[in-house]
């Protein structure tokens, strides 16, 4: 893998994105399954920069602490950086932001596989 260690990239809050909107709460607030699915979309990009055509990578793992809300329309900083890497999985730390303030923290691990090789284990289960 390259060098860059540290990756970062942005999101707007959207009307679809609330707690509220997708039933994971009742407010109109940023829900944490889709700032979970940010922080996953953010190491996944950085980690597709520097695979092969035939590697995608997986979440395995990922522990979140979301510590305060976001609004519609507000401006979100994911950053992730690779705390490790076990052959071919790789463990993140991550915050994102808010306007500059941390609004969640955690880590998360992403497996790199084989598409054909993962694609073909769905296609016959054992």
Excluded: C, W
């Excluded at 950085?46 to 997986?58: C, D, F, I």
């Excluded at 969640?104 to 054992?126: C, M, N, S, W, Y």
């Amino acid at each position: 893998m390259k060098a860059v260690k540290e990756f970062s990239k942005k999101f707007v809050v959207g009307s679809n994105d609330t707690a509220k909107e997708i039933g994971s709460g009742d407010l109109e607030v940023l829900a944490t399954p889709v700032m979970i699915t940010m922080v996953e979309n953010t190491a996944k990009e950085y980690l597709h920069k520097q695979l092969a055509p035939e590697e995608t990578s997986v979440g395995t793992l990922i522990e979140a602490r979301h510590l305060r809300p976001s609004v519609v329309g507000a401006q979100m900083t994911v950053k992730v950086k690779v705390a490790s890497q076990e052959k071919t999985k790789i463990n993140f730390s991550f915050e994102v932001f808010d306007n500059g303030q941390v609004v969640a923290t955690g880590i998360h691990q992403r497996a790199v596989i084989l598409t054909d090789v993962f694609l073909e284990k769905l296609a016959h289960p054992k």
